[in-house]
Every structure is written in structure tokens, then in C-alpha cells.
């Protein structure tokens, strides 16, 4: 795995022109560094020097790490806080440590970056900096823990040593655990619980003794089965939040996943550790056909990477494609190569793993299909409901991978009618009610699993009355969504329709709707009445046509995802 993360961090760089490269060093020269894009850029460009690559690049890279070095201890004063050196700073030590081990320039020159990166005071570095004491009633968010892995990285590089900022910084972040040992960001996106667990791990790995290691330890292991069981049957971290479907967030579920299977081994459950480094690699495996393409997207569409089709303002092609380079390069640091992979639940059983109700989610699987509700979405980027159906060995996007907000906090080029989910509806005196409505509030009633499927049974209310209930079905034909209420009753579903290159085939009739995409073919088949909504929803993969089943007292919904 080690030889293929660095394979993988190369062709990341291929999305990168030297053309690109140049334009973009010239740019920090000329205003300084003022985000953390480049700073990474320069780490990983380095790292693959060190590793015999990209060698033409050599005097670029010069020029960049040295910009880089002298920037870091003035960018804050001097550019503000959108800066990041919370982010950047252990990245350009880690790459430092790489030239040095190889031997790429003499030592003059990298004593030369030493003392730069020695001028680092962190309150004058860094944005986030944690209160002394921390207080649990204040709020100290996920840059904390960056700041605290890159201090500590540079304390392992022997550059500087703030032990006492570290820990204070640390300490703030113990309070932003729920039961389950995942990290609650503000609206606990699912991509910053796992990447600052990430940044965690670091400041453990690289040696973090202060006083509360022992419980730290002890949060970032009590999310251990969890963190296997969110991955979807296609390697994929669940949906929910912000900074979701881009490719670096395998990158990162990779990195975590080399870090706990290297503790377990040391705990001496090896079984366990097998699982995570199958999963990491499942996970990586995951984003590999993402990066052999032509052109390579940050993002999982292939709309063109300049209109920033599904992405978040802060979420531009410069920071975040190469953003999957450096989490690629944790994951090389923390693999153990020498466990031995066994079976991780994304591909053998099945399972129902329920979330806090911070999470709010319900993800299950049962052989090769996998699926996750959200009961209580963050409408600025989901909805409520049914938000993914995978298939192992399909296009993620087919069914659904993530579902659809009204107005999304991130970039669209269409308004979409309402938010959207694969989801039951109820007729009332004043029009239907979907379990995606803000009235509407879902309730897990019952979840089973047998031999031949698993399955889970939701109640869904309005002002504690009951609407309608509705059940979700895993078996070997498929997936079936049932819902059940006295009158007129309806499950939505979207049907997806083009990527942002390519449109699928389509069809729909009274009782079967079908889209056939990358040589698989979705049916959608109901004992009611199916019928086109005539109306478009995007998000971050592209666009879906809506449509509804219909039926009275009960309907239902079969899934079923195969290759063609």
C-alpha cells in the first residue's frame, strides 16, 4: 500500500500543469501567501522528489519551498487568517524531513528552511488558538487540532517545542466528542468528524505525551467500529455536511483507517487491524478511476473544475485536489505493511450502525447493497430521508449518493423546486407532507436483521402525529422502501440524468423506471403508479429527474442495480 499511495499522490500532480505550477508561484510571489493551497502544493511536490519523481521540477520546487519557509511565520499578520498555516505548517515539515532523508539538496539549504520554520511562534502563526484554561463552555473548533498536529510534527522534526500549546490545544477538542467518539463539528458534517480525527491521530503518532493522551486515546478509539462501519460497499465516507463527495475524503478515510489498524496491532487484535487496512484500501481503491481520467476532478462530476459545480466557496481546485495528495501522504506515513488484510464489513455480513442523534443517521448494509438514512438533516446541504443507495461494483451516483438540498450551500447551475431524498409522502388537508419537510420528524422504530435481508422500520410525524410509517428492505433482489398510512401516499426517488459530461439512459413507464449509466443499469419498479414530476434537482454529482410512485393505504419501491 505504501508504493501505491505515492503512485497515487504523482497522478494528483498530473492535475497540475507546470504551466499551473509557475503562474501559481508567481501569483504568491507577487501577494504572498494567503491560503493554504500552495503550501501543499510545494509539500507534495517535494515529497515526490524525495520518492524519485518529478525530478524536471526540482528548481521550481526550490523556489517554492522557499517562499513557503520564509512566509509561514509572517502570512497571519500579514495576509489574515484565511491563511491556514494550522493546516500547512506540518505538511511542509513532513516534506522537509523527506528531502533531508534522501539527500536532495545540501545541507546548507535545508538548515536554511530549518531556521525559517524555527521563527514560528504559534500565537502570532496560527488562527485558532484554544483559551488558557480551556473552558468546556467555549467552543473551540476544528483548527485547533490542526494547529496542535502540525506543532507537533514540528517538535518531532526537532524545530521548536510548544509542549504546552500543544496540550491546551488538544484539551480543547476532548469536549467536542459525542458517546460514540466521533468529532462534532458545527451541524457534524461527517467529513470533519473523520479528518480531524485524522489531525488527532497525528499529534499521537508523532508522539504526543501530554496529560491528556490517556484520553484522548480513549475518545479516538471508541469510535473504532463505527468508523468501519460508515464506509459504504463502494469505499466511500457516508454523505452529511460540508466538504462531502471530494475525492480527498477517501483520501483522509484511508489515512485514519492505516492509523487505527497500526494501533490495533499494537493492542494485539490483529483480526481488527486486518479490517482497517483492508478498508483503506477499499477506501483508496475507491478514487483511483477518478484519477485516471483525462482530465482529473477534485470533485466527484465532471463538470468543468473552473465553474466549482458542487463545491463550497472555500472548496476551489487549487487547495482541495491537491488536498487528496497530502492525505494520501499521512496514509503512507502511518501503513504498516506488514498486517495482513482480512475482511472488513463493507464487503463480508451485514449490519445496522446507528449514529448519536447528533449524526443522525441510520447506514446498513446487507451483502452488496448499502444504504443511509438521515433523519435530521442539515438542509443546507442534505435532506431528510433516504440519501444513498449503493450497489458494490456500481457508479455510486446511478441511485443516489447524497441527497438534495433546496437551496445548497455549495455551487449548483440550476434551482432546485424543493430539497429532495428517496422518501415517503402523506396527503393532508393541506398537500402532501414528505418526510424531507421541516414539520416533519422521523422516528426509528424497529431494525432487523436475518439470513435473507436487513431491514428498518421509521415512523414518520408531524406536531407528534403519525403520518405514515415507513420501512426500508436489503435483500439479495434489491432494495425495497415501503410506506404505509391511511390516504393518498407517495414515495419520491430521483433518477439521475447527466454528470456534467454525460448525460444516462432513461426510461419511464407506469410501473418501471430504469437509468442505465457506466454499464449498469437502476430499475425502479412499484405496485403503484410511476409517474415523471417533470422537474430537475442537482447536487454535488450532477442532475436527477424527480419522479413519484403512487398508491393508496401502501406503497412501495423496488430497487434493483445491476450490470448491462
Known sequence: MKELYIELMDRVLDAYSIEHIKAYTDDVIKNGLSEHGFPR?????????????????????????????????????????????????????????????????????????????????????????????????????????????????????????????????????????????????????????????????????????????????????????????????TGEIPFGGRSNQFLHNEAFYAALCEFYASVLKKQGDIKKAGMFKRAAKIATESIVPWLNETEIHHIKNYYATDSKYGCEDYAYFDKYMVTTGSWLYLAYIMADDSIDETECPAENGSYICETTQYFHKVLYKYKDYFVEYDTNADMHYDASGLGRIHKKGAPSAICLSVPFAQTPNYGVDITNPSPLSICGGIKTDDGFVYAFDKRAEYKLLEKKITDSYAEVKFECREDNNILFYETCKLSDIGVEISVEGEGELEILFPIFDFDGKNYTEKNISEKLAEVTYKGYKCSYTTDGVITDKNTVYANRNGHYKAAVACGKNSITLKVDIQKV
Not at 467555549?138 to 524545530?159: D, H, L, M, T
Not at 480543547?172 to 491521530?201: C, H, K
Open 41 to 233: 502544493l510545494t509539500a507534495n511536490l517535494g515529497i515526490l522528489i524525495a520518492h524519485g519523481r518529478r525530478g524536471g521540477l526540482k528548481d521550481d520546487f526550490l523556489k517554492m519551498m522557499d517562499l513557503c519557509c520564509k512566509e509561514i511565520p509572517i502570512a497571519l499578520p500579514k495576509n489574515g487568517p484565511s491563511v491556514g498555516n494550522d493546516f500547512s505548517v506540518k505538511e511542509i515539515i513532513f516534506c522537509l524531513l523527506e528531502i533531508e532523508r534522501a539527500g536532495v539538496f545540501e545541507k546548507s539549504v535545508t538548515d536554511g528552511w530549518r531556521k525559517e520554520l524555527a521563527k514560528i511562534e504559534p500565537h502570532s502563526t496560527y488562527t485558532v488558538i484554544a483559551p488558557v484554561p480551556v473552558l468546556p463552555t467555549v467552543y473551540i473548533g476544528n483548527w485547533a487540532a490542526f494547529g496542535a498536529a502540525s506543532e507537533q510534527v514540528r517538535k518531532y522534526a526537532g524545530i521548536g517545542d510548544e509542549s504546552d500549546f500543544i496540550e491546551n490545544q488538544i484539551q480543547s477538542q476532548l469536549y467536542n466528542f459525542d458517546e460514540n467518539g466521533m468529532y462534532r463539528d458545527p451541524g457534524e458534517p461527517i467529513v470533519y468528524d473523520m479528518v480531524t480525527r485524522l489531525q488527532l491521530a497525528v499529534a499521537l503518532y508523532f508522539g504526543f505525551d501530554g496529560s491528556c493522551r490517556t484520553q484522548l486515546e480513549a475518545e479516538m478509539m471508541k469510535s473504532v467500529d463505527k468508523t468501519l462501519e460508515m464506509m459504504s460497499v
